[in-house]
């Protein structure tokens, strides 16, 4: 049994449920949809899981918060213009936990915005000018990050190369992901795959999708009659550095109280198990962002579940894996679940964590699991956002 | 199969996309133009900020003044890129953070040797090429110049 602590006497998400959780269709092309149309897809998604109606609902947040509002006639209803993802839920359950909402509804898709395939995805380009001339995408700015963990610890593009593989073939193996049946794969394939930025081949990268998805949020008395299992929320910090992809990203840049640029998540995570009363040690199960494979390797270190600079055999060992000590993002995450920019893929995380937390994973269910912990962001960002959800009502 | 010519990292052709000057930033385009590497430093605290700002986030007391930099300095992360990020770009290149002897960061991009020469801590010297449309972009080249046969 878990003990849920925290320093400023009960518990800040103790009223706070996550009752509704929802995908739509994720694929490489979904025809006949924009973003908003997908995303309203997800919104009514996730209301029926709850079991809810549109008129239930009393704030809306996300990107489409205001068309949310007008398609689904949730108006008079708080709208909250927020494109993030950890961070949205979180105000939508201090949203609850103040007393200015009951029913919070958050959704996000993404589709028919990457069109011109002979470059990069349009919101993996920066365009600040520090950056721009440089030919920077994602990929590049989180190897500049990478290189700098290979330099001070010896990590291998082999144990980079198994964290992708290790996620990748949860993919495989989830009917619901875009990349289903398309492995399995080993670690060597990873490193056959062509490099795009150095040290990351095409399989260490996430893919790019489309697709929509959503959330609801109740306060705890609206729970009993609801269609599905009720998850809870035990903790949650969101760290920044600054803005993503608009100068040179430095892992040794540092920040306040000694953290640096390089371990941002580090606090937030910190914060979380804080606030749940727990450790490391009580997490069953990591949804964790994967926009490239170093950032699992990263992560294992920032969030305690290995020593420094060891992420990478604890990864080569197979502890993220199925029956490992700590599975990682057991759909298959952005590498092969779904990646349809804006936040949908964010918010997914947190949905893969509830649906571990109900124990309703068709594939990949960690059995027993009672705390997940879900992340969004990485390094080559300056962000990272983590969120801790439990089985049990803290 | 016919044999690769080894890989040398070269700047890129006119046509790639440019930045945009602030208010802020626009003395530093300027030098750059000139072929000069300008950063800000603080005269009460003597911080290098991130990026072009208007006041010391450091101290809020001193004055921001412009300050030529030596071009020299050390690298210290990079990544070669096989697959551009946009069709105008020229494969391989090397996006790279320098570490200048002025005790701050530089965004750059490595020419003048192959990717296979780059090791941390590798002393570089920036150098500057026109990019089109009136700018000229700080590069870094090895320190002792650049490799015969380069063609930079």
């Given at each position: 049994m878990i003990g849920y602590g925290s320093?400023?006497?009960?518990?800040?998400?103790?009223?706070?449920?996550?009752a509704g959780v929802f995908n739509t269709e994720q694929a490489r092309r979904l025809e006949g949809h924009d973003s908003e149309s997908i995303a309203t897809a997800g919104a009514l998604g996730a209301l029926a899981d709850a079991g809810l109606?549109?008129?239930?609902?009393d704030a809306v947040i996300g990107s489409f918060a205001q068309e949310l509002t007008l398609s689904l006639a949730l108006g008079p209803c708080t709208r909250v213009f927020d494109p993030l993802g950890i961070p949205a839920i979180l105000h939508g359950a201090q949203m609850i936990a103040a007393g200015q909402a009951s029913v919070v509804l958050l959704a996000a898709g993404g589709a028919d915005?990457?069109?011109?395939?002979?470059?990069?995805?349009?919101?993996?380009r920066p365009e600040h000018e520090f950056v721009i001339?440089?030919?920077?995408f994602t990929a590049a700015e989180f190897a500049l990050m990478a290189r700098r963990h290979m330099l001070t610890y010896g990590t291998t593009p082999e144990q980079m190369a198994t964290a992708a593989a290790t996620i990748r073939n949860y993919g495989h193996a989830?009917?619901?992901?875009?990349?289903?049946?398309?492995g399995p794969f080993t670690p060597a394939d990873v490193l056959a795959?062509?490099?795009?930025?150095d040290p990351f081949h095409l399989l260490d990268c996430s893919t790019t999708s489309e697709g929509g998805c959503g959330l609801v949020l109740v306060r705890?008395?609206?729970?009993?009659?609801?269609r599905s299992r009720p998850v809870w929320i035990l903790g949650g910090g969101s760290d920044s550095f600054?803005?993503?992809?608009?100068?040179a990203p430095v892992w040794d840049m540092p920040g306040k109280d000694g953290y640096v640029a390089g371990r941002v998540g580090e606090r937030a995570g910190q914060q979380a198990y804080r606030t749940a009363g727990?450790?490391?040690?009580?997490?069953?199960?990591a949804e964790l962002y994967d926009p490239f494979s170093f950032e699992i390797i990263r992560q294992m270190e920032v969030f305690g579940f290995?020593?420094?600079?060891e992420g990478g055999p604890f990864v080569a060992d197979g502890h993220?894996?199925?029956?490992?000590?700590i599975p990682v993002?057991?759909?298959?995450?952005?590498?092969?679940?779904s990646h349809a920019g804006i936040n949908a893929q964010q918010y997914q995380r947190v949905i893969r964590g509830v649906q571990q937390m109900r124990g309703e994973?068709?594939?990949?269910q960690v059995p027993g699991a009672e705390v997940a912990i879900c992340s969004t962001g990485g390094s080559g960002a300056l962000f990272t956002d983590v969120l801790l959800l439990g089985a049990a009502r803290p | 199969m016919t044999v690769e010519p080894p890989a040398v990292l070269r700047p890129q052709p006119p046509g790639i996309p440019l930045p945009r000057p602030s208010r802020l930033s626009q003395p530093y385009w300027d030098a750059a133009r000139a072929q000069e590497l300008v950063f800000q430093r603080c005269t009460g605290c003597g911080a290098v900020p991130r990026r072009p700002v208007?006041?010391?986030?450091?101290?809020?007391?001193g004055r921001l003044v412009w300050e030529r930099s030596s071009g020299a300095g050390t690298l210290y992360s990079w990544t070669v890129v096989w697959?551009?990020?946009?069709?105008?770009f020229r494969t391989p290149y090397a996006p790279a953070v320098m570490a200048m002897e002025e005790g701050w960061w530089l965004m750059t991009s490595i020419i003048?040797?192959?990717?296979?020469?780059?090791?941390?801590g590798l002393p570089l010297q920036v150098v500057f090429h026109p990019v089109g449309g009136d700018v000229w972009l700080p590069y870094a080249e090895p320190a002792g110049g650049t490799e015969p046969g380069s063609g930079s």
């Open positions: 320093a400023v006497g009960a518990h800040p998400y103790r009223d706070v449920a996550i109606e549109p008129t239930d609902v915005v990457y069109r011109d395939r002979e470059a990069t995805a349009p919101w993996t001339s440089y030919g920077l989830n009917p619901a992901a875009v990349y289903h049946g398309k795959s062509r490099m795009v930025a705890a008395d609206r729970v009993s009659g609801l600054g803005p993503a992809y608009q100068m727990i450790g490391p040690a009580d997490v069953g199960v290995c020593p420094d600079g993220t894996g199925p029956g490992g000590t993002t057991t759909d298959g995450g952005t590498m092969s679940f994973c068709p594939t990949g | 208007a006041s010391c986030s450091a101290c809020s007391r697959r551009p990020q946009h069709p105008t003048g040797c192959a990717p296979e020469d780059l090791t941390s």
